[in-house]
């Protein structure tokens, strides 16, 4: 596996750090980020869209090189710097060498685990990391990809679905989800299709995200407050219901912005 990198803002620093990620993904996540900040901020109006920023969920996701330029899996996290001002973080694992997006699905829990992990320790308040400690554990993370058997692609699936998950078990749910891709839309690592998808928090319920390219700004909104309907994606109950643990990034309020 190559070097997990990151890029955002910790509560340890007073600006944007970034460390292990090609410049090319880095820019690209960064210029995402912050046209979907500025969309919650106009869509949600002042009064609402911190506390609903603050209470976000850890979101996955497993996206083909076509939309940065790497193939990559990680998680991305409400976060805040040391003088109070709000932009996500963002950690990244290239997945260059899988047969397809969904074997992420299938087999990278374990990874990803550890990646939320280390996420959610940044944002302690008592005793929050740096970026060198953060890239030191990084370094020290151990994994490696099972095998896995290459399967036909049967073609491109339908983009902008949001499936909405509850009761079971998060891997084993991830694992259905992985099946029926694998079956229907591949989504092969040099592509343009992204997976995302959420155990929930407060204002989301668990559930996973299908689309082609970046999600639209304005439209990602949802992934804050759960208003799939009113921003227009499409919904698909396709997988069992599974209970994982609810769990934003319980963020402090800062009056910075």
């Known amino acids: 596996m190559g070097t997990i990198g990151f890029h955002g803002k910790l509560p340890a620093h ?14 690209a996540w960064d210029t995402w980020l912050g046209r979907l900040m500025s969309a919650l901020r106009d869509d949600l109006g002042e009064e609402t869209w911190l506390e609903t920023y603050l209470t976000g969920p850890v979101w996955r996701f497993a996206l083909g090189a076509g939309i940065s330029g790497r193939a990559q ?5 409400p976060s805040v710097d040391r003088v109070g001002r709000y932009f996500p973080l ?10 397809s997006l969904a074997a992420v699905l299938r087999d990278g829990r374990p990874l990803l685990d550890a ?42 699936g339908q983009p ?23 079956r229907g839309v591949p989504l092969p690592v040099d592509g343009d299709g992204g997976l995302w998808w959420t155990e929930g928090s407060e204002h989301v319920g668990p559930g996973l995200v299908r689309v082609t390219g970046w999600p639209r700004p304005s439209a990602a909104v949802s992934f804050f407050d ?13 997988a069992p219901p599974f209970a994982g643990r609810t769990n934003g990034a319980g963020l402090e309020h800062h009056d910075g912005g």
Not at 122 to 147: F, I, N, R, S, Y
Not at 164 to 177: M, N
């Open 115 to 156: 990646l939320e992990d280390l996420a959610l320790a940044v944002l302690e308040a008592d005793q929050p990391l740096t970026a060198e400690d953060l890239e030191e554990a990084l370094h020290d993370l151990e994994w490696a990809w099972p095998p896995v058997a290459t399967r036909p692609s049967p073609g491109p």
């Open 226 to 238: 759960g208003a799939w309907a009113a921003r227009g994606w499409t919904d698909e109950d396709v």
């Open 73 to 77: 899996t990680g998680v991305v996290v």
């Open 14 to 27: 007073g600006d944007f750090v970034r460390r292990g990620l090609d410049h090319q993904v880095a820019e």
């Open 160 to 182: 902008g679905t949001w499936v909405p998950l509850g009761g079971e078990g998060v891997g084993a749910a991830a694992a259905a989800i992985a099946d029926l891709l694998d």
């Open 90 to 99: 963002m950690l990244a694992a290239p997945v260059d060498d899988l047969p």
